[in-house]
Nanobody
């Protein structure tokens, strides 16, 4: 079992930066990819960024060039650096983990709120 805990959310002004963090515990050796999702009020949850054990990354088109996902496997952590934030980035950000032999992200954190003001 994998447990995920996010932190670092908050209220920021548009144009500023924020980093959210996620710490994994439990059977972390089973993880082969991690990701950040977000969900705005009244909207579907969307994949923001992902990173595999091999270092391959993928980003939502609207955040390319602004957000960067990284992992520190020694610390069992994953980070999302968010730059040039826009009000449309507002939402609850969730950390997720995928394990070997699975195609879906099946482990989730509790979420951390990110609010970007105009």
């Amino acid at each position: 079992q994998v447990q995920l805990v996010e932190s670092g959310g908050g209220l920021v002004q548009a144009g500023r930066s924020l980093r959210v963090s996620c710490v994994a515990s439990g059977t972390t050796f089973l993880i082969n990819a991690m990701a950040w999702y977000r969900q705005a009020t009244g909207k579907q949850r969307e994949l923001v960024a992902s990173i595999t054990n091999g270092g391959n990354t993928n980003y939502l088109d609207s955040v390319k060039g602004r957000f960067s996902i990284s992992r520190n496997r020694a610390k069992n952590s994953v980070y999302l650096e968010m730059n040039s934030l826009k009000p449309e980035d507002t939402g609850v950000y969730y950390c997720a983990a995928r394990v070997w032999e699975e195609s879906e992200y099946s482990y989730w954190g509790q979420g951390t709120q990110v609010t970007v003001s105009s």
